[in-house]
């Protein structure tokens, strides 16, 4: 699958083909991968996540783009071999990581690493416990050096696990295949650990045992299930096979308080003023077309429950307190229509103004005043550029607003709707500020400056530099390197890119905004429990 499967028109068609495209990467590794979990009578990781939720309960799940396009040296690696999101446990929202042992034999690449911490991470915020569905080969040796030592990579997923335990976060791993080498010490560093027949758990497998010091020892012996069980004292649970070990698990997450962990349900709230379609028309593929942040708004939030915040000034932004799924939150939603300033003059939309940033930072600060959550609503080109604007003081206005949402403690949840470029991102709570969320539309755009500028001045750097080693460039020649320069632009724009990198958590279709950020809202609004004893749990 490459980025130029996609063939722009509207943005429901363009919806419609991303959708397409992201049931392909839940298939894995096809039917051959299921056919290899089948003869070693084990379910696939979908099959085992499906038999672990609530009956009817589906899965919002997270980074399902992770690592597209990214390892083609490899071969494909669906959703980057793990499976990420939060689902209910009898009533109870847990983040699931579940290994996809079909993709290169559930090995970790890069993006596995930070897939997994990205969800350890978004856990530890919104208070859930996790449950690690665990049947990897470990890490994929030809990248090791991008997966091993650094502070983002795989020992901060160990790392992470003492820090939830401490915090009082219950973990719980199921072993249903292979758990080797480093990554063994994930599902010993979790509270209760449950391990299937035929499965394995150690740091190093027979042949290398032979290797390292000369022992000849069989599997089974060395880490095998039983041995853990009987032997080692490692494992809490022996189960038979995967279905019996999934419903283990799943009787001992309902063992967790109804009172503090069961997500009491939320006040569904008074249905949006515009039905939720109706935003495929407000908003093009392209991102050309102008339109009223407040009819995305009308689409989206509780019907009557907008207070506009300052409305008619730094109009660029619109703020207001609005509800949604009859929870009250603040809404900052860039304006991409034109208006006039209080000079007279006009504002060009999507672009981030001085008395827009002041207005914005105010707001900020008046909602982590009474502590409410804020939605972003991101369209943005940057902050405008000039003299009047320098001499307006942006870069004032624009360090105030960044302040604000640096040191915001309320829930914040981002959705880009359409441009997410330069500075203006950052204004708008960009992935660098922690948002505990990030949704993207199809017809986002991640770049530090639109294509077309970017285009010229890149060209303008190649053609510079040819000039100082004494060449020159034909008419021909830039032709050619206009279109390279935009081509690569474009496609890294595209936000499949961004998806595959980690910087947004899903691409959601916008009719879906609303219900997605509801839920979202649901877990980000979760209070942590208290931690009671420092240590986390240790196996003894």
């Known amino acids: 699958m490459g980025y130029e499967q996609i063939v722009e028109t509207t943005l429901r068609s363009l919806t419609d083909q991303l959708l397409e495209q992201e049931s392909q990467i839940r298939d894995g590794a096809g039917e051959k991968g299921r056919a290899r979990q089948e003869k070693l009578g084990r379910l696939t990781a979908r099959e085992r996540i499906e038999q672990l939720l609530d009956p009817g309960k589906e899965l919002m799940e997270l980074n399902l783009w992770a690592a597209h396009g990214m390892y083609d040296r490899w071969g494909e690696v669906p959703a980057a071999g793990v499976i990420t999101g939060i689902g209910a446990i009898h009533g109870r929202p847990c983040m699931i990581v579940a290994n996809d042992a079909t993709v290169k034999a559930g090995a970790?690449?890069?993006?596995?690493?930070?897939?997994?911490?990205?969800?350890?991470?978004?856990?530890?915020?919104?208070?859930?416990?996790?449950?690690?569905?665990?049947?990897?080969?470990?890490?994929?040796?030809?990248?090791?050096?991008?997966?091993?030592?650094?502070?983002?990579?795989?020992?901060?997923?160990?790392?992470?696990?003492?820090?939830?335990?401490?915090?009082?976060?219950?973990?719980?791993?199921?072993i249903m295949g292979n758990c080797v080498a480093g990554g063994a010490y994930l599902p010993v560093l979790c509270d209760k650990i449950l391990m299937t027949q035929g499965s394995a758990l150690y740091l190093a497998g027979p042949s290398l045992v032979k290797a390292a010091i000369g022992q000849v020892v069989d599997e089974e012996e060395l880490g095998g299930a039983m041995m853990h069980s009987e032997v080692s004292g490692t494992v809490d649970f022996f189960e038979p096979d995967d279905p019996t070990c999934l419903e283990r698990t799943r009787t001992l997450v309902e063992t967790l308080p109804a009172e503090r962990y069961v997500s009491l349900a939320d006040d569904a709230g008074i249905a949006p003023e515009r039905d939720a379609n109706d935003l495929y028309d407000i908003v093009s593929s392209d991102g050309r077309k102008e339109y009223d942040a407040r009819d995305v708004l009308a689409c989206v939030v509780d019907g009557e429950s907008i207070q506009e915040y300052k409305q008619y000034y730094g109009q660029t932004l619109v703020t207001c307190y609005a509800k949604i799924g009859g929870r009250s939150v603040g809404v900052i939603?860039?304006?991409?229509?034109?208006?006039?300033?209080?000079?007279?003059?006009?504002?060009?939309?999507?672009?981030?103004?001085?008395?827009?940033?002041?207005?914005?930072?105010?707001?900020?600060?008046?909602?982590?005043?009474?502590?409410?959550?804020?939605?972003?609503?991101?369209?943005?080109?940057?902050?405008?550029?000039?003299?009047?604007?320098?001499?307006?003081g942006v870069i004032r206005s624009g360090a105030k607003l960044v302040n604000a949402i640096s040191n915001s403690r309320v829930p914040r949840l981002t959705v880009i709707t359409g441009g997410a470029f330069g500075a203006g991102t950052y204004a708008m709570c960009g992935k660098a500020f922690d948002p505990h969320f990030v949704f993207a539309w199809p017809s986002a755009r991640y770049a530090v400056m639109g294509g077309a500028q970017a285009a010229k001045t890149l060209v303008a750097l190649e053609k510079r530099q040819a000039e100082r080693q004494q060449a020159s460039l034909s008419e021909d020649e830039l032709a050619q390197l206009q279109q390279r320069v935009t081509e690569d632009y474009e496609r890294q724009t595209d936000i499949r890119y961004g998806a595959a990198r980690g910087w947004v958590d899903a691409i959601i279709a916008p009719h879906q905004t609303r219900e997605t950020l509801i839920q979202a809202l649901a877990y980000a609004t979760r209070q942590p429990p208290e931690a009671a004893f420092y240590g986390g749990v240790m196996q003894v």
Do not use: W
């Open 333 to 392: 939603a860039n304006q991409r229509q034109r208006t006039k300033s209080a000079q007279g003059g006009i504002q060009v939309g999507g672009v981030v103004y001085a008395e827009s940033a002041d207005k914005a930072a105010r707001f900020v600060m008046d909602c982590n005043q009474v502590g409410l959550p804020i939605v972003f609503l991101q369209d943005v080109t940057g902050f405008m550029v000039g003299r009047d604007s320098e001499q307006a």
């Open 108 to 174: 970790f690449f890069p993006q596995t690493v930070k897939k997994v911490i990205r969800a350890q991470n978004i856990a530890f915020r919104c208070a859930l416990p996790i449950v690690y569905l665990v049947d990897s080969a470990g890490v994929f040796l030809p990248m090791q050096d991008e997966i091993f030592p650094d502070d983002d990579d795989f020992g901060r997923i160990f790392r992470n696990n003492a820090v939830l335990s401490a915090a009082g976060l219950p973990q719980y791993a199921a």
